[in-house]
Structure formats: C-alpha cells, structure tokens
C-alpha cells in the first residue's frame, strides 16, 4: 500500500482511508467550516506562514475538511495529489491555465464540455494562446495537429454528447515524446471506472457536480496529478484566482463518496438495459453509449474502461421537431433538466438548447440526452415506452 492509493480497495479508501483520529470517535467526518486557524505562539504562527501549502492557515488554501477529502480522491484516481476546487470548471481552467504561456499552442479534442472548448477557443485567446481542435478518434490526429510551441493536450473521453473516445495510451505516449502536457476530463467515468493516470496522463478533472457529488445539491471540482504539478496549482491559479471549496460541500461530496461505487454501478446497469431496450424501438436510429456492443470504440471502451455511467444519448429517426417537443413533454420519471449524476434520470433534448427559429443540421434534430438514474429500471423502460408512443400520436 502506497501515497497513491495503490493496494487499496474501493471501500478502504471510501470508508476508512484518513479517518482514525475523529474526535470522540466520531463516525462521521468533522466539518470545519472555518475561515482561519490559529497558533499557540509566534515562532508557530511564522512558521506556518512560510507555507501555506502544507499548513491550516485560512481557508482559501488548506481545511481539513477538504484535505480528507482529496485525499481520498487522489487514492481513487492513482494520483499523489487531488485538489478540490469550487467547480468543475475551475478546475478544468486552473489546471490549463497553469502550464501555459502567451504563445503557447493547444490541442483540443473538439467534443468537450461547452466551457473547455470556449477557455481555448476565445477567453485564452486574449493571452495570445492558440488552439488546434481535433477529432481525436486516432493518435494520429494529434500528432499532425502538434506544432513547436505546443505545451498542452486537452482530453475529454468519453465525450458527453456524441461518447467519442480518444486512444488514452497511444497519446500520452506521444505527449511524453514532445514533452507536452496532457489534461482530461473524467467526469463521465468517475474514477470507480476509469483511471487515466494509468495510462500516463498527467492530469486529471473533474466536475464534483456530477456523480462525485451524486445528489444534484452542490457544484465543486476537483483535479488530481503528481504532487508537482498540483502544488504548482496550488501556489499560482488556486491561490492566486481564488476558487474556494466550501468545506460544507466538501464534507457533503465526502457523505456522497461513501457510495459511489455502489451507486455507479446501478448508472452502469440501468443505462445498459435502457440502451438496449430503445435500440430494439422503431423509432430510434441509434444509441450513443460507450459500453453498448454496437458502439463504433466498444474494443477501445472496454480496454480503457472498466464501466461506464448513466449517461448517454439516442438517435431518432425523426427530423421533425415537433415530435421531440411531444415526447420531452410526455415523460413522467425523466426530469426535463441540464446536467447529470445525480440519483434522478434526466432528458435533454439537443434542439431544446435552440430557439425555434435557429437552424439546426437535420440530423441532430432527433438527438436526445438521457441520463439513467437509480430509478427502478422497469419503471424507467415503460416511461420512454409510453412517451415514445405517444410521440406519433
Ligand atoms: C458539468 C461538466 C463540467 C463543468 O462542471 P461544473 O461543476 O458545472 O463547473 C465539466 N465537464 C463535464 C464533462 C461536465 O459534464
């Protein structure tokens, strides 16, 4: 047994790891909702404050609310280090922005979350940070993409809404071989089912929001790599930007974590048996999941992935919008809502990001996000059933 978490089982680091020394041998974690801590004498209280890293000083850097809980991160994702930030997306923007400079060049698979692809494509722009989007199916595309001044990789596999993944392996090979950094976006596996550091990936993120957190009550994120690389996080964008991580929201993503792999492993399922069910409906051209044999990458999901979530996405036949305006109204368990991870299913049409005067290419009109939650899944097939028959009406 190891720092990273190597040796221990699931449930060691998501009930034990970290947690001997309670006080009154409490069961559960204390909440230190505290914005400073306070020293005995001077030569404690100087010393500390030669680094704020490693010591409880104030809150905007270290709480051991929050310590314990990217401790036990870090363990599941093979990582040294874990930092918890207040949301996904300030870790995904902290943990690029600290390894790049004005000009600088990215490589961006071109799927990711919304917010990844706008920090690379306009707001890094202004810091004079150029771009390169790829498709990301095959190494190759990267390594054409490469250029001298290229210093990061941005990954984001599965992608979550057309699932495409990239070969992790062959291209953080590659990254090594050109000294670039290599970043992804694991939200969607959690690290119960995928851990790229294993792979050779430098650095991993997440949004909290989503299963880590699991109950669709708090934002926060977090982003694990070696303890090099995450105290060079700490000490310029952390510090410096300021995206705090409450420690109630900590402490709420530490209740959530007791769980996970049991919770994730009723997303896997249920999704399955929902893909299943609608590839077998008329009106369904296709289903977008990443663990479902007739997914273009199931080899490279299954050599990369040991499970997928419940997230995933349907292809209708249909190009009128109408028909998806009837059955986005028509579901009853399916919340009509953004996001995912939590406890509940979800649907999210494409075209409902639209007003209905836009264009929209035809065949993603019929393009429709759903999110598997713990529902009783005969429940859930006989809710899309209905709402899929009701939809030709
Ligand atoms: C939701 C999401 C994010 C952003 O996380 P926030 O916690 O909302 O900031 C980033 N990546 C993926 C894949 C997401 O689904």
Do not use: D, K
């Given at each position: 047994m190891n720092e990273m978490g190597e040796g221990r089982s699931i449930s060691e680091i998501l009930h034990h790891m970290g947690e001997n020394h309670f006080p009154e041998h409490s069961v559960a974690p204390p909440l230190f909702q505290t914005s400073i801590f306070c020293f005995e004498n001077f030569e404690e209280f100087q010393k500390a404050l030669q680094d704020e890293k490693d010591n409880y000083i104030y809150s905007r850097g270290n709480n051991p609310t929050v310590n314990l809980c990217e401790k036990k991160i870090a363990a599941l994702e093979h990582a040294e280090r874990a930092k918890l930030v207040s949301s996904g997306v300030a870790a995904i923007t902290q943990a690029s922005m600290a390894f790049l400079k004005e000009g600088d060049h990215v490589v961006c698979v071109d799927s990711v979350y919304g917010w990844a692809h706008k920090l690379f494509g306009q707001y890094l722009k202004r810091f004079g940070v150029e771009v390169t989007y790829v498709?990301?199916?095959?190494?190759e595309q990267f390594e054409e993409a490469i250029r001298p001044n290229t210093r990061l990789i941005y990954l984001e596999s599965p992608a979550t809404f057309t699932f495409t993944l990239q070969p992790l392996r062959p291209v953080a090979d590659l990254a090594k071989k050109y000294g670039i950094k290599t970043i992804i976006d694991n939200t969607w596996s959690t690290p119960i089912f995928q851990n790229p550091i294993d792979f050779g990936i430098d650095l991993v993120v997440h949004s909290a929001t989503k299963y880590l957190g699991g109950s669709s009550d708090l934002i926060g994120g977090v982003i694990c790599g070696s303890k090099e690389d995450i105290d060079v996080i700490f000490n310029q964008e952390f510090m410096q930007l300021g995206p705090v991580p409450d420690p109630f929201m900590t402490w709420q993503i530490l209740r959530s974590l007791r769980t996970l792999h049991i919770r994730m492993a009723v997303h896997y399922q249920n999704a399955l048996e929902l893909g299943k069910f609608l590839e077998g409906r008329?009106?369904?051209r296709k289903v977008n999941y990443?663990?479902?044999?007739?997914?273009?990458q199931y080899e490279l999901a299954k050599k990369q992935m040991r499970g997928g979530s419940g997230l995933f996405s349907v292809e209708l036949k249909t190009t009128d919008r109408e028909q998806i305006r009837k059955l986005t109204n028509q579901v009853k368990l399916f919340k009509r809502a953004v996001s995912w991870g939590g406890y509940e299913s979800l649907i999210e049409p494409y075209i409902v990001m639209f007003r209905d005067d836009q264009e929209v290419p035809a065949e993603r009109i019929g393009l429709i996000r759903l999110h598997a939650g713990l529902e009783e899944i005969e429940e859930l097939k006989a809710d899309l059933g209905q709402a899929l028959d009701h939809m030709k009406q």
């Open positions: 498709e990301g199916i095959r190494v008329p009106e369904v990443p663990l479902l044999p007739s997914f273009p």
